[in-house]
C-alpha cells in the first residue's frame, strides 16, 4: 500500500509529465485557454491514462518481453518481441481510445458533448505514450502499480492545465507585449511555472 | 522644497507631447511623481478616494521592511565578527555590514529601474513602482557573499520574464524578487546554499576561529545536529547566519505589525501561512520518523525565511489568491509546502521560497474555485427562491 502511495505521489508531484518531462504539450498549449474546456480534456487524459497504461502493462508482459509469450507454447521463450512496443502501445492506445468514444457515447451523451473534439484528439496525446513507455522502462511489478502510476500520472496532466488554464484566463486582459501575446506567453509561463514545480525534485518517500 | 518645484514647473514643458524631450515624458512623470504627491485626480466615475497610491502603498511596504534590513546590516557584521573570534561594537558591526550590504542594493535598485525606465521608454507606458519594493526583497534574500554580477543578472531575468513580459507592474504571476532568487539557486546552487556563504568573508580566507561552520540553523537541522541548533532566543532575535533580511523573527514582526495596520498585507495569508506551517509541523510530530520531524513544530517559524516569507513574499497583492477565502486556502498552502520541502525533501534546506513560488502557480485556480463556488451557492439560492 504504501509502494502505491508513493507511486502516486511521485507520478503526480515529482515526474509530472508536463513540468519534469514537458510531454504532451501540443493539447497543453492549446487547449489551455479556458478552465472549463482544460477541465474536460484533463479528465479526459485522466480516463483514457487509467486504461491504457495497465493494458499495455499486461500486453508487455504477456506479448513483449524477452521470454513473454512462453505462457503459449515453451518454444517461444526465446522470442524477443520489444522491439515492437512502440507500435503496439500506440495501437492499443488508438483503439481504446475509440472504444472508450464509442462506449461514452452511447451510455453518457451529455459527457461526450462536453468533451466534444478532445476525446480522439487524445490518441495522439505524447503524454499518454509516454505514460506507456515510462511503464515499460521503469518495470513496475504488479498490476496495481501500473494503474496507479496511470492514474497519478493523468492527474498531474490535469493539475498542470487546469493551473495554466486558470493563470491564461486571469492574464486575458494583461497588457503583453504584441509578439508574445498567445502561445508566446503560454511558453514562458510553462517555464516559470517548470521552475516552481521543481519544489518537489528530489523528495524521497 | 519650493525651488525644487519651481525647477520641475519650469522643465516640465519639455517633457509634455510635442516638447523638445517628449520622449522622455515617463521619465520625467516618474521623477515627479516620486516627489510629489500628483495633483492629477480623478473627477467622474469613481466612488472611492484615498490619499494612498500605488507610490505610497510601495513606500509604506518599505518603511515595514527597514527594521529587517537595519538588523540585516547589523547581523552582518555580528555574524563576521563572531567568524574572526574579535568583539566588535554595535556600531563597526552595522558600519561592517552596511558596506556590505549597500553595493547589493544599490546594483538591484540600478539593474531593475534600468530596465523598468527602457520598458517604459519603449512601450510608451509610465513607468511603475512596483520595483521599488522588489528592488529592496531581492538584497534581503540573498546570502551576503553573492557576487553582485550574480545580483545583476537575477535581477535582469526577474523584471523581464517575471514581469515586463506580462504586461509590467500588477500584471505578473509570480513574485518577481522569489523569481531572482529561485533562478540563482539553480543556476549557481554553490553561491546560493551551502554553509560558506552566509557570512561575509568566510570563502575569501580570512582567519577563521576554531569551531566556527557558518551553518545556518536549517542546514543543522537538516544534517541531524539538533545539538547544534541556537537557542530559541537567538533564532527569534536573529542572531544566526542566513539571508541578509530573514534571520530576525522579531524585526520581522515589526514589519508585519507596520503592514496589518495600514492595511497593505494582508493579515488573513500571514495567520493562514502560520497556521499552514504550524499544522505541517505537528503532523510530522507525531510520524516523528527522524530527528527533524521530532523538533517543535513552533520552531520552524523562527528558522530560516519562514518568517519572511509569510510576512513579504506570500502577501503579495499581485500573486496572491484575490478572493477573502482563497486567501486562506492559498497562505495555508504555502506554509504546508514550506514545511514539506525543508524536512521531506533532502536537495533544499529551505522550501518558503519554492513553496510561495509553486502557490502562486496555484493561486488563480484556487481564485477560480472560490468564485465558481460561490457562483453555485447563489444560484442555488435563486432557485430556492424561485421555486418558492
Same mark, same amino acid.
Given at each position: 500500500m504504501e509502494n502505491l502511495i508513493n507511486i502516486f505521489v511521485r507520478s503526480v508531484?515529482?515526474?509530472?509529465?508536463?513540468?519534469?518531462?514537458?510531454?504532451?504539450m501540443c493539447s497543453y498549449l492549446a487547449v489551455s485557454k479556458t478552465v472549463k474546456t482544460s477541465t474536460g480534456l484533463g479528465i479526459a487524459v485522466i480516463f483514457v491514462m487509467i486504461i491504457t497504461v495497465p493494458v499495455n502493462y499486461l500486453m508487455n508482459k504477456?506479448? /513483449? /518481453?524477452?521470454?513473454?509469450?512462453?505462457?503459449?507454447?515453451?518454444?517461444?521463450?526465446?522470442?524477443?518481441?520489444?522491439?515492437l512496443s512502440f507500435i503496439m502501445f500506440i495501437a492499443v492506445i488508438a483503439s481504446i481510445v475509440q472504444l472508450v468514444e464509442m462506449i461514452v457515447e452511447k451510455y453518457s451523451p451529455s459527457l461526450y458533448n462536453a468533451l466534444g473534439i478532445f476525446l480522439p484528439l487524445?490518441?495522439?496525446?505524447?503524454a499518454i505514450l509516454g505514460g506507456s513507455l515510462f511503464m515499460q522502462e521503469r518495470e513496475y511489478e504488479t498490476l496495481a502499480e501500473a494503474t496507479v502510476f496511470g492514474l497519478g500520472s493523468g492527474v498531474g496532466w490535469f493539475l498542470a492545465i487546469v493551473s495554466i488554464a486558470a493563470i491564461r484566463e486571469k492574464i486575458k486582459?494583461?497588457?503583453?507585449?504584441k509578439p508574445l501575446r498567445g502561445l508566446g506567453i503560454a511558453f514562458i509561463l510553462t517555464g516559470l511555472m517548470g521552475i516552481a514545480f521543481m519544489t518537489f525534485m528530489g523528495i524521497k518517500l | 522644497m519650493k525651488a525644487l518645484r519651481r525647477y520641475l514647473d519650469k522643465i516640465k514643458p519639455n517633457f509634455q507631447? #510635442? #516638447?523638445?524631450? #517628449?520622449?522622455f515624458h515617463s521619465t520625467f512623470d516618474a521623477f515627479e511623481t516620486f516627489l510629489f504627491v500628483p495633483d492629477k485626480v480623478t !473627477?467622474?466615475?469613481?466612488?472611492i478616494r484615498d490619499s494612498i497610491d500605488m507610490k505610497r502603498t510601495m513606500t509604506v511596504v518599505i518603511m515595514a521592511l527597514m527594521p529587517a534590513m537595519l538588523f540585516g546590516m547589523w547581523n552582518v557584521g555580528y555574524q563576521h565578527s563572531l567568524m574572526i573570534g574579535e568583539s566588535w561594537t554595535l556600531w563597526q558591526n552595522f558600519f561592517y555590514g552596511f558596506l556590505k550590504v549597500l553595493p547589493i542594493i544599490i546594483v538591484s535598485y540600478g539593474v531593475g529601474l534600468g530596465i523598468e525606465f527602457a520598458f517604459a521608454q519603449a512601450r510608451g507606458h509610465d513607468v511603475n513602482e512596483g520595483f521599488l519594493v522588489s528592488g529592496m526583497l531581492i538584497p534581503l534574500i540573498?546570502?551576503?557573499?553573492?557576487?553582485l554580477w550574480m545580483v545583476a543578472i537575477a535581477t535582469a531575468f526577474a523584471v523581464i520574464i517575471g514581469k515586463e513580459v506580462f504586461g509590467g507592474t500588477g500584471m505578473n504571476v509570480f513574485n518577481p524578487a522569489l523569481l531572482a532568487r529561485a533562478f540563482l539557486f539553480f543556476a549557481y546552487p554553490s553561491h546560493m546554499s551551502g554553509?560558506?556563504?552566509?557570512? &561575509?568573508?568566510l570563502t575569501s580566507g580570512d582567519k577563521v576561529v576554531d569551531?566556527?561552520?557558518?551553518? !545556518?540553523p536549517l542546514a543543522d537541522a537538516a544534517a541531524y545536529h539538533m545539538d547544534k541548533l541556537p537557542s530559541t532566543y537567538d533564532m527569534f532575535m536573529g542572531f544566526i547566519p542566513g539571508s541578509i533580511g530573514e534571520t530576525s523573527t522579531l524585526a520581522i514582526l515589526i514589519g508585519a505589525i507596520i503592514l496589518v495596520v495600514t492595511g497593505i498585507g494582508s493579515w488573513k495569508i500571514m495567520l493562514s501561512t502560520v497556521i499552514g506551517g504550524l499544522s505541517a509541523g505537528y503532523l510530522f510530530n507525531i510520524f516523528g520518523v527522524n530527528p527533524y520531524m521530532e523538533i517543535? &513544530?513552533?520552531h520552524h517559524l523562527i528558522m530560516g525565511g519562514f518568517a519572511f516569507g509569510a510576512v513579504f513574499m506570500a502577501t503579495d497583492p499581485v500573486t496572491a489568491a484575490q478572493t477573502e477565502r482563497g486567501k486562506w486556502i492559498y497562505g495555508f498552502l504555502v506554509g504546508f509546502f514550506a514545511l514539506l520541502v525543508r524536512v521531506l525533501?533532502?536537495?533544499?534546506?529551505?522550501g518558503m521560497m519554492l513553496a510561495i513560488l509553486l502557490m502562486n502557480a496555484f493561486a488563480p485556480l484556487i481564485d477560480h474555485y472560490v468564485v465558481q463556488a460561490n457562483i453555485s451557492k447563489r444560484l442555488k439560492r435563486a432557485k430556492k427562491v424561485a421555486k418558492l
Amino acid at each position: 500500500m504504501e509502494n502505491l502511495i508513493n507511486i502516486f505521489v511521485r507520478s503526480v508531484f515529482i515526474d509530472n509529465m508536463i513540468f519534469a518531462y514537458f510531454l504532451g504539450m501540443c493539447s497543453y498549449l492549446a487547449v489551455s485557454k479556458t478552465v472549463k474546456t482544460s477541465t474536460g480534456l484533463g479528465i479526459a487524459v485522466i480516463f483514457v491514462m487509467i486504461i491504457t497504461v495497465p493494458v499495455n502493462y499486461l500486453m508487455n508482459k504477456y506479448l /513483449l /518481453l524477452p521470454g513473454a509469450l512462453s505462457w503459449l507454447d515453451p518454444s517461444f521463450a526465446s522470442l524477443d518481441l520489444s522491439f515492437l512496443s512502440f507500435i503496439m502501445f500506440i495501437a492499443v492506445i488508438a483503439s481504446i481510445v475509440q472504444l472508450v468514444e464509442m462506449i461514452v457515447e452511447k451510455y453518457s451523451p451529455s459527457l461526450y458533448n462536453a468533451l466534444g473534439i478532445f476525446l480522439p484528439l487524445i490518441a495522439v496525446n505524447c503524454a499518454i505514450l509516454g505514460g506507456s513507455l515510462f511503464m515499460q522502462e521503469r518495470e513496475y511489478e504488479t498490476l496495481a502499480e501500473a494503474t496507479v502510476f496511470g492514474l497519478g500520472s493523468g492527474v498531474g496532466w490535469f493539475l498542470a492545465i487546469v493551473s495554466i488554464a486558470a493563470i491564461r484566463e486571469k492574464i486575458k486582459y494583461s497588457n503583453i507585449p504584441k509578439p508574445l501575446r498567445g502561445l508566446g506567453i503560454a511558453f514562458i509561463l510553462t517555464g516559470l511555472m517548470g521552475i516552481a514545480f521543481m519544489t518537489f525534485m528530489g523528495i524521497k518517500l | 522644497m519650493k525651488a525644487l518645484r519651481r525647477y520641475l514647473d519650469k522643465i516640465k514643458p519639455n517633457f509634455q507631447k #510635442g #516638447g523638445k524631450l #517628449g520622449m522622455f515624458h515617463s521619465t520625467f512623470d516618474a521623477f515627479e511623481t516620486f516627489l510629489f504627491v500628483p495633483d492629477k485626480v480623478t !473627477t467622474k466615475g469613481s466612488h472611492i478616494r484615498d490619499s494612498i497610491d500605488m507610490k505610497r502603498t510601495m513606500t509604506v511596504v518599505i518603511m515595514a521592511l527597514m527594521p529587517a534590513m537595519l538588523f540585516g546590516m547589523w547581523n552582518v557584521g555580528y555574524q563576521h565578527s563572531l567568524m574572526i573570534g574579535e568583539s566588535w561594537t554595535l556600531w563597526q558591526n552595522f558600519f561592517y555590514g552596511f558596506l556590505k550590504v549597500l553595493p547589493i542594493i544599490i546594483v538591484s535598485y540600478g539593474v531593475g529601474l534600468g530596465i523598468e525606465f527602457a520598458f517604459a521608454q519603449a512601450r510608451g507606458h509610465d513607468v511603475n513602482e512596483g520595483f521599488l519594493v522588489s528592488g529592496m526583497l531581492i538584497p534581503l534574500i540573498m546570502p551576503v557573499n553573492v557576487p553582485l554580477w550574480m545580483v545583476a543578472i537575477a535581477t535582469a531575468f526577474a523584471v523581464i520574464i517575471g514581469k515586463e513580459v506580462f504586461g509590467g507592474t500588477g500584471m505578473n504571476v509570480f513574485n518577481p524578487a522569489l523569481l531572482a532568487r529561485a533562478f540563482l539557486f539553480f543556476a549557481y546552487p554553490s553561491h546560493m546554499s551551502g554553509d560558506k556563504v552566509w557570512v &561575509a568573508g568566510l570563502t575569501s580566507g580570512d582567519k577563521v576561529v576554531d569551531g566556527f561552520s557558518g551553518a !545556518t540553523p536549517l542546514a543543522d537541522a537538516a544534517a541531524y545536529h539538533m545539538d547544534k541548533l541556537p537557542s530559541t532566543y537567538d533564532m527569534f532575535m536573529g542572531f544566526i547566519p542566513g539571508s541578509i533580511g530573514e534571520t530576525s523573527t522579531l524585526a520581522i514582526l515589526i514589519g508585519a505589525i507596520i503592514l496589518v495596520v495600514t492595511g497593505i498585507g494582508s493579515w488573513k495569508i500571514m495567520l493562514s501561512t502560520v497556521i499552514g506551517g504550524l499544522s505541517a509541523g505537528y503532523l510530522f510530530n507525531i510520524f516523528g520518523v527522524n530527528p527533524y520531524m521530532e523538533i517543535p &513544530a513552533w520552531h520552524h517559524l523562527i528558522m530560516g525565511g519562514f518568517a519572511f516569507g509569510a510576512v513579504f513574499m506570500a502577501t503579495d497583492p499581485v500573486t496572491a489568491a484575490q478572493t477573502e477565502r482563497g486567501k486562506w486556502i492559498y497562505g495555508f498552502l504555502v506554509g504546508f509546502f514550506a514545511l514539506l520541502v525543508r524536512v521531506l525533501n533532502p536537495a533544499y534546506p529551505e522550501g518558503m521560497m519554492l513553496a510561495i513560488l509553486l502557490m502562486n502557480a496555484f493561486a488563480p485556480l484556487i481564485d477560480h474555485y472560490v468564485v465558481q463556488a460561490n457562483i453555485s451557492k447563489r444560484l442555488k439560492r435563486a432557485k430556492k427562491v424561485a421555486k418558492l
